[in-house]
């Protein structure tokens, strides 16, 4: 079974975070590997524990964006790849999703495609998908339980996680799957992980390396970017001696306002 | 081409997507703006009956395709329903629902387009749509317009849109239109637990706890349990059922925090926050929530909030407009007693 799994790297989801001069900026918050994406790490990492194989990062990002691939190393992938070139320089996710699907085209023989459900920094939850129909797979999005797993037939069938309640679906493989948060918990690093991703020796890909020409020129574009306007909230404190004095008080309060 | 509006129906065997008709009423209010006509696309094995509600609720007219392919929604072969559709139109917007993400990002690539999702704000400026979307968790907002590649693909987040009244009189052409559609390489096999109850994301009142549910001291266990984590899961479930009965005075939805879901209070479905759904109830009520950062970007852009917390300091308060320090044990089962009555009749 070969399995690629696509990291991306994203500011601590703890991180403050503001525009500066019309461009967004995190202060000192630490970049990290995007949260969603090590449950996409994790269950690749059990598929090949379970049934042999090998597990695959790759990530597009500027030339220092490694962050998120030695994570996955010291988690236990087995190579990681990035994948840079100012030709990939803000690319939307019809441009990322061209190079990662040139990406993992060139790891080649690949089984499964891993993906996190969504990116805490752009919170699009697109670029699964849009790899799946360039690469002509079949998307198996929300995933969370891999139910079976054939590699000989080539089928697997998985649990996904809808608004209408858990659907089965079965697919023939290759195929694309992205994870949710319900799919298992992921470990920590060991230190022995820690100690080999951070010798490990990351390769970078190009856009000549992928035989990519220029990928996709943006299709949209973001005139503005700016804080939500704070909501002046003064809380307003319901107290009493007892509780159904106070639950009382703000029942009323809730219909005065015509809250309900 | 023309400057009509396409709307894709969003609809689960048949029943619409209630941001489905949010849709067609903002794809309406754009074109009282742009000119144009609203046109509908209605995708599934026999679903006529949808494409003459979607004119009741404001479209001009309907683009159908029917096939047994269609049957079950499964993004590939809707993808390639979707296509002819998709490509005479200049702006094609969607609800936003699991199924349109992958349909908008599928159509986005076969027309090497841009896509936009959970758009929240739309304005028309300069003959330009320009969309907004919050981005980092909704700490900030971005502003997205089209450079040009057409159709401009938008999906609307749920309820951040008024929804329009359905007008049985209204009437308008039905069109089916020939889409080839390859066998998909996918099955739905079945379903599990469906979920009972309103759905989170478009419920107008949505009661959530946190890890407070567990620690009702007034609570005896049953005497066959005696590992602790069981006595807290069991604690905690009981808990939960304060909050539903709240829940359901208001005929709202429960949510959670991730606190509550990572010490199996309950299940996952119910998370709210960044590593869960986004919800934007009129009324949201947190019971027992601290309001960390990550909880606040699933709730923030709810219209009144109120929060039942037994610390003073905790961060929740200072987005609540309403807030009640106490014990949520005492007050969440109160505050149901004091709604129903008022609310009876
Ligand atoms: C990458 C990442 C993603 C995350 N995603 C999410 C997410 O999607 N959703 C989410 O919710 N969190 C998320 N979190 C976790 C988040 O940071 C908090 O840990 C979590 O929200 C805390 O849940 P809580 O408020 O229930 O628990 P706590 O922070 O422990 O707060 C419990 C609160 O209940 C109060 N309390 C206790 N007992 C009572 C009582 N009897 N009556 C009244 N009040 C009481 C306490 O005063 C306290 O304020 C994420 C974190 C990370 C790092
Ligand atoms: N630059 C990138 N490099 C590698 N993987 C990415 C990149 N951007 C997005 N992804 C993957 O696509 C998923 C969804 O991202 P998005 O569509 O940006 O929300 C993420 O969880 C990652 O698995």
Known sequence: MKIVVCVKQTPDTAATVTVEDGKVSWGDAPLVINPWDEYAVEEALRIKEQDGGSVVAISLGPEDAREALKHALAMGADEAVLISDPAFAGLDSLGVSSVLAAGVG??????????????????TGITGSQVARRLGWPALTLVSKVDSLDESGGTITVERMLEEGRQQVSSSMPAVVSVVK???????????????????????????????GQPPEPALAWPEIFAPAKVETQCEFIEGDTPEEIAGKLADRLLEEKVI | MTEDIYVYIDHFKGEALPASWEAVGAARQLASELGGKVIAVVLGESVSELAGTAIAHGADEVRIVEDP?????????????????????????????????????????????????????????????????????????????????????????????????????????????????????????????????????????????????????????????????????????????????????????????????????????????????????????????????????????????????????????????????????????????????????
């Open chain 1, 106 to 123: 060139k790891v080649a023989d690949v089984d499964l495609v891993f993906f996190g459900r969504a990116s805490v920094d752009s919170d």
């Open chain 1, 182 to 212: 319900e799919i298992n918990e992921p470990r920590y690093p060991s230190f022995m992980g820690i100690r080999k991703a951070s010798r490990a020796e990351i390769p970078v890909w190009t856009a000549a390396d992928l035989g990519l």
């Open chain 2, 69 to 345: 392919l269609l049957a079950e929604f499964r993004p590939e072969p809707y993808a390639d329903a979707l296509k002819p559709v998709a490509a005479e139109s200049e702006l094609l917007i969607f609800p936003t629902s699991g199924r349109t993400r992958e349909l908008a990002a599928m159509v986005g690539v076969d027309l090497e387009t841009g896509v936009a999702p959970d758009v929240i704000a739309l304005e028309v400026d300069g003959g330009q749509v320009v969309a907004t979307r919050p981005i980092y968790a909704g700490k900030l907002l971005s502003k997205i317009v089209s450079k040009g590649k057409k159709p401009f693909i938008l999906t609307l987040r749920s309820r951040a849109f008024p929804k329009p009244e359905a007008d049985a009189s209204r009437s308008g052409d039905i069109v089916s239109v020939e889409a080839e559609i390859a066998a998909p390489k996918s099955e739905v096999k079945g379903y599990s637990e469906a979920e009972a109850g309103v759905s989170l994301t478009d419920a107008a009142v949505v009661v959530s706890g946190g890890r407070g549910v567990s620690n009702n001291p007034k609570l005896t266990p049953p005497a066959d349990i005696s590992d602790e984590k069981e006595i807290e899961i069991w604690k905690a479930r009981q808990g939960f059922e304060e909050v539903e009965e709240l829940a359901k005075v208001l005929g709202g939805a429960v949510g959670a925090s991730r606190a509550a879901v990572d010490a199996n209070y309950i299940p996952y479905s119910h998370q709210v926050g960044q590593t869960g759904k986004v919800v934007s109830p009129d009324l949201y009520i947190a019971c027992g929530i601290s309001g960390a950062i990550q909880h606040l970007a699933g709730m923030r852009t709810s219209k009144t909030i109120v929060a039942i917390n037994k610390d003073a300091d905790a961060p929740i308060f200072k987005l609540a407009r309403f807030g009640v320090v106490g014990d949520m044990h005492e007050i969440v089962p109160a505050l149901t007693e004091a709604l129903r009555e008022r609310l009876k009749g």
